[in-house]
Each structure stands twice: as structure tokens, then as C-alpha cells.
């Protein structure tokens, strides 16, 4: 007979694999939710469930709502939608990078290690960039650690290379103009 102490060690061993599943399975639908809203025009949340489910992804619409919520999705109108949903931080991230992209040069290079990204930028800009960065509100940043000439840029679980550096280019276009 196996003691009980050994049943509870195997039930919170499984209890923490499923959680550790359902949380990938949430950031990648809340990726998959910031793409679909960056690059369609959706107006509702029946609309944008139909395409998840398309995909692959099970949710109830109350889940979907929590999403929602999370990402700070927000309704603008639109002259052929109505309303249709957009992620308010990305047209004023811009706007901020634009006024002050002065201030953000410097950047030298971008490079992966370990499913991360290091800036290398000019002596003392890495703590005003990792700042910008920190702020711009994205998603796919879970932080970063800056020095005098280098930031560590950590990316959140399932965010790829290509996810960083399209981040980058779009949400700081002045400052990464000038990386290869």
C-alpha cells in the first residue's frame, strides 16, 4: 500500500504541471490576442473568439473578457466597424518614442542568448533605454536590468527572437533604425 504522504506529493506534482500548462496556454493565447487586435479590425468579442477557436484555443467568453481586461483592450470607433479593439499603449508608446528620440539613441546592437536579448548601447544610455523600455506596456517584456552599456531584456515564456526584435522595431522605430 503507498503511504499517503506519497499519493499527496504525486497529486501536488500533477496539480503543478497543469498548472504550469494552463499558464503557457495563457501566454500564448494572450500573444495571440495582441497580434490578432494589432493586425485586424475586430469589433466584438464573439468575433475574435470565432477566430481563437479557429486556432486551436478553448476559452469561455468569460475567460476572454479577463483577457481582455488584462491586456487594457480598449474600443475606438471606426468609419466601416462601428467600434473595433485596440491596445491603447501602442499608439502612445510611439507617440512618447517619438518626442523624445534624442534621448534614445545610442542603441549599438541587439543579440540572443538563452531566450533573451542583449542591448548593447553607448556608454550611459542603458539605464534611459531599459527605462523606455520597461514603460512601453508590451507584453512580450516581463523586465529588464540595465548596467552602463548593456541591458538584459527578458522576454516573457513563449515570446520568440522575432517577437523582440518586431517589438523593437515597431514600438522604436528611432531606436533601432540604425542595428543591422
Known sequence: MTPVW?????????CINIQ???MKNR???LMEIRRLIGNRNISSQEELMRILEKQGYEMTQ??????????????????????VYILPDKDQAVEEVELSGQG???????????????????????????YTLDNLGA???????????????IPRDGVSRSDLANLLKIRMPGLVSGLN
Do not use: W
Not at 62 to 83: H, I, N, Q
Open 62 to 83: 468569460a475567460t476572454l473578457s479577463r483577457d481582455l481586461k488584462y491586456l487594457k483592450v480598449a474600443k475606438m470607433p471606426d468609419d466601416k466597424e462601428g467600434y
Open 27 to 29: 501566454n500564448e493565447r
Open 6 to 14: 506519497i499519493k499527496c506529493i504525486n497529486l501536488h506534482s500533477e
Open 104 to 130: 534614445l539613441s545610442g542603441l549599438i546592437s541587439l543579440d540572443f542568448a538563452q531566450g533573451m536579448a542583449i542591448l548593447r548601447t553607448l556608454p550611459g544610455h542603458a539605464g534611459s533605454i531599459a
Open 20 to 22: 504550469i500548462a494552463l
Open 139 to 153: 507584453y512580450e517584456i516581463a523586465g529588464t536590468i540595465a548596467g552602463d552599456d548593456t541591458i538584459l531584456l
